[in-house]
């Protein structure tokens, strides 16, 4: 028998909420443990009341009982806390902040104001129905999150990393560029089926952080590079994180589009990454042997398998859910036609492990978030608010896209991905869309800036992480990694673009062949000239003609290729007087 959605989640999130004092206790104290005990138990003993009394709660929806109202505040005390201790406290407070406004928001002003509600009607919403705590962002956590975790940690566990960086290093030759590039493709191919950011930088890291140094980057530049290319990660198909899955909840789309729209911006991507390194490398020398391409794809082939199947089951059209289940299979055959196959009982526990403390503050943010989706549901102020930011902005959808721009940036100071996209989704994408840019384009333009907002102090995890691997400062970590992928914040304002959504692979292929070509053209231009062999034309005919580029329309293409075409003859022109 299938359990309902309700349960699912609801005992999804007590067994996360019930390990989370374990690896986030509070203290030492004979008084902490025991705080950390009820916290444990608690969560435990609602979703039990929510399994025995599931059918007669249903029905009570809109007149619960006291015991559900106790329930519900107990459980929405518990997610705050889980969220502050796993996330920090800027979420937490934000889920308090959306409670109290549905509660008191009365005696705000128009247009933020609407006409109140009690704590019965707040608590009733939030717990017993599908459209606050465990709504949408939960069910992304309990269903695919969880699997894609699994998935992430068996192909970690069977020596992956160690593999795909070994590929990258024999694609990108040897010497200090060798191990940039390196670096940044290993990211890349450990990144799709990762679907973390900081999974990918630190697993990386162990193995990576040596050579970047040794290459002579500095620590904070080598953990800048490590943590931006583990960012990218979250672009990167086919998993893509939990925020990917919310996305293809919330725009009703197959996981399979949201797959494809993210193709170009991925590569466009880990390209400004590459460009990056080609511009500041220097010296190529470093004593370092790359290995030989063929020996390392004899050695490690199987890892690929599992990769294959995700994408064919995509392709195919089965569901996330069939196509992660297929690749934990094959990565468990994987680890047993490799060496150290008497490991693998124990490697696979390992991953359980693994998994399962990556998923508690998955678990958490989207349980936090979904408190927030239910108070702007509740009150209406989701749907003022895209009338809110169009209005700023003029109407223009260049307005509305530097606005979304700014309040993405905000968030991601304080949040992490999964939270920044849910509550920019109901808020920031309908002011998009309502300005005129496509479902897609709108979407995609807010999860690219909420995955950016991961090299954004101060809750860059994954530069913290990789920051604590190499010894360097956390704040020189971070602001590397910002300058790192810094030109990846000017390509999402293309997606919103009249011709935008050929970068997207939405329309005629030749159309997006071209949009991707000249957008890349345009980011060389911007990060390494010297690549398109136009590093003498002066800096601002380069950067007009680049963003003209970057800007998917074919007269703004045109423009931008005449620009460079005249920048670069004058240079001609003016070496041949020299």
């Known amino acids: 028998m299938l359990w309902p959605s309700h349960l699912v989640r609801a005992w999804h999130l007590a067994l996360a909420l019930a390990l989370v004092p374990a690896l986030y206790p509070l203290g030492e104290s004979r008084g902490a443990r025991a705080l950390d005990v009820a916290a444990a138990l608690l969560p435990l003993l609602v979703a039990a009341w929510i399994t025995f009394d599931f059918e007669a709660l249903v029905y009570r929806a809109t007149r619960p009982a006291a015991l559900d109202l106790w329930a519900a505040a107990v459980l929405i005390l518990l997610v705050l806390e889980a969220a502050r201790r796993t996330t920090g406290l800027a979420l937490p407070v934000l889920g308090l902040g959306a409670l109290l406004y549905a509660v008191f928001g009365a005696a705000l002003p128009a247009p933020f104001g609407h006409r109140g509600y009690s704590w019965e009607r707040v608590l009733a919403f939030q717990f017993l129905g599908l459209e606050g705590l465990f709504g949408a962002p939960l069910a992304v956590s309990s269903t695919f999150v969880a699997l894609f975790a699994l998935y992430g940690a068996v192909l970690d566990r069977t020596g992956a990393g160690r593999f795909f960086l070994d590929v990258a290093r024999a694609a990108a030759g040897a010497g200090r560029r060798g191990a940039g590039r390196a670096v940044t493709l290993a990211s890349f191919l450990l990144g799709g089926p990762s679907g973390s950011g900081v999974a990918t930088a630190v697993t990386l890291g162990s193995v990576a952080g040596p050579l970047l140094l040794r290459a002579g980057y500095s620590p904070a530049s080598a953990g800048g590079l ?21 996305m293809a ?31 500041q490398a220097g010296d190529d020398a470093d004593g370092e042997t790359a290995p030989q391409l063929v020996s390392t794809l004899r050695a490690g082939w199987p890892h690929l398998g599992s990769l294959v199947a995700l994408f064919a089951a995509l392709l195919l059209g089965y569901s996330p859910t069939l196509a992660a289940i297929a690749g934990i299979a094959l990565a468990l055959v994987t680890g047993l036609l490799l060496p150290a196959a008497e490991r693998q009982p124990r490697e696979l526990v390992a991953a359980v492990e693994d998994a399962g403390e990556s998923l508690l503050p998955v678990a958490a943010a989207c349980a936090t978030a979904g408190l927030l989706v239910g108070a702007l549901n509740l009150t209406g102020l989701g749907l003022k608010l895209s009338g809110i930011v169009v209005q700023a902005a003029g109407g223009s959808l260049a307005g509305v896209a530097v606005l979304s721009a700014l309040v993405l940036v905000v968030l991601g100071l304080a949040l992490p991905i999964t939270a920044s996209y849910a509550i920019a989704a109901v808020t920031v994408a309908p002011a998009l869309v309502e300005a005129g840019a496509s479902l897609p384009a709108a979407h995609l333009f807010v999860f690219t800036y909420a995955v ?7 809750t860059a995890l994954s530069c913290h992480a990789v920051a604590a691997q190499l010894g360097a400062a956390p704040g020189e970590t971070m602001r590397s990694a910002l300058l790192w992928a810094l030109p990846a914040f000017l390509v999402p304002f293309a997606f919103l673009a009249p011709g935008g959504e050929a970068l997207l692979l939405e329309g005629p292929a030749s159309a997006s062949a071209l949009a991707t070509l000249t957008a890349a053209a345009g980011l060389a231009l911007l990060v390494a000239p010297r690549v398109l062999r136009a590093a003498a034309v002066p800096l601002p005919v380069r950067v007009v003609a680049a963003l003209a580029l970057l800007w998917p329309t074919p007269v703004a293409d045109g423009v931008g290729l005449l620009v460079l075409g005249l920048g670069l003859a004058v240079v001609h022109l003016r070496a041949g007087r020299v």
């Open 226 to 246: 490590l943590a931006a290319g583990g960012v990218g990660a979250v672009l990167s198909p086919p998993v893509m994180g939990a925020a990917a899955f919310l």
């Open 249 to 279: 909840e919330l725009t009703g789309a197959a996981y399979a589009d949201v797959v494809r729209w993210a193709i170009v911006p991925c590569a466009l991507y880990y390209l400004g990454l590459l460009l990056r390194v080609e511009a």
């Open 452 to 458: 950016l907002s991961e090299v954004s102090p101060p």
